[in-house]
């Protein structure tokens, strides 16, 4: 059975800012294939006018955006979507046809932060571990401050030893001096499933996910 989706809301899209005049008449958007919702509801890669990435949308969205003009068609998903005009592939990555300039957030102090700006590495010993305590650098009672530059990942056995004490006390040497990490515009992809047509756009291995 094919399923039918209405588009809806043509003012707007989620990949950047309208670029104004009117907007054409919402499409009747039906996709072919097993599960015709989830070809629809597929994730697509939306990269800007220099390559990275700024969004992850839907079939749906990115097929409006390419028929607005607004996007080029960069992958394909397998699967095909029928238009009341046309029969196209499903997308999978599309590029703005400009730029859309948006600043990125600093990211929050928190423990899974400081994880993932440390890699999962213990920052006394070098071990690489999923099970990882947060350590102040100079401790809270000795007035140590709750901040990027005094927090870092341990080990629970580099931090029982530590203990009280700052590095130098306890006679231990950091591997990284703790800084505030810069913003990253790859952060919309951590914790997806990344599809392997994306793998070539993404500077960044799956094992971090950091640069």
């Known amino acids: 059975m094919v399923g039918k989706a209405h588009t809806g809301q043509p003012a707007t899209d989620d990949a950047g800012p309208s670029r104004g005049?009117?907007?054409?008449?919402?499409?009747?958007?039906?996709?072919t294939g097993t599960v015709t919702d989830g070809v629809l509801t597929s994730p697509?890669?939306?990269l800007n006018l220099n390559y990275v990435p700024i969004n992850i949308s839907t079939v749906r969205r990115a097929i409006i955006l390419l028929s607005k003009g607004k996007?080029?068609?960069?992958?394909?998903?397998r699967g095909e979507v029928?238009?009341?005009?046309?029969?196209?592939?499903?997308?999978s990555i599309i590029r703005l046809v400009y730029l859309v300039k948006r600043p990125y957030a600093p990211r929050k102090l928190s423990k899974k932060e400081i994880f993932l700006r440390d890699?999962?590495?213990?920052?006394?010993c070098?071990?690489?571990?999923?099970?990882?305590?947060?350590?102040?650098?100079?401790?809270?009672?000795q007035r140590g401050a709750h901040t990027w530059e005094n927090v870092v990942a341990a080990c629970s056995r580099c931090?029982?030893?530590?203990?009280?004490?700052?590095p130098a006390e306890a006679n231990m040497r950091l591997k990284n001096?703790?800084?505030?990490?810069?913003?990253?515009?790859?952060?919309?992809?951590?914790?997806?499933?990344?599809?392997?047509?994306?793998?070539?756009?993404?500077?960044?291995?799956e094992d971090t996910g950091e640069n």
């Open 126 to 141: 070098g071990k690489k571990t999923p099970e990882l305590t947060l350590d102040h650098v100079v401790p809270r009672r």
């Open 177 to 205: 001096e703790p800084r505030v990490p810069q913003p990253n515009p790859y952060r919309i992809l951590q914790n997806r499933a990344i599809l392997d047509e994306w793998r070539p756009y993404l500077p960044w291995t």
């Open 71 to 77: 996007a080029e068609l960069l992958e394909n998903h």
């Open 82 to 91: 029928h238009t009341v005009s046309a029969i196209i592939d499903a997308p």
């Open 159 to 166: 931090n029982l030893h530590k203990a009280g004490r700052t």
């Open 119 to 124: 890699q999962y590495t213990c920052q006394y």
């Open 21 to 31: 005049g009117p907007s054409p008449e919402p499409a009747t958007v039906t996709a």
């Open 44 to 46: 697509v890669l939306v």
